[in-house]
């Protein structure tokens, strides 16, 4: 996810999917302006949950891919 807007949007998505997020800090090599991306795995379940997230955040936007596997404490 790039957003302009990481603390609240990651906040929401801890806590309404429960998982964790990674932030880091981009800059947008079209326009040139620093913002954030978020790494958040989750379940494909949630994909529909994640989106909803996401429409209350205009400007922000994401990208999605299969993860086969997830070594750490990813929570089912």
Not at 30 to 54: A, D, F, H, N, P
């Amino acid at each position: 996810i790039v957003t302009s807007e990481p603390d609240e949007l990651a906040g929401e998505l801890m806590k309404e999917l429960g998982h964790g997020v990674t932030e880091i800090h981009v800059t947008g090599m079209y326009s040139g302006t620093e913002k954030y991306m978020l790494v958040c795995i989750i379940r494909k379940k949630q994909i529909g949950q994640m989106m909803k997230i996401l429409k209350r955040y205009r400007g922000s936007f994401a990208s999605f891919s299969k993860v086969n596997e997830v070594f750490g404490r990813f929570r089912k």
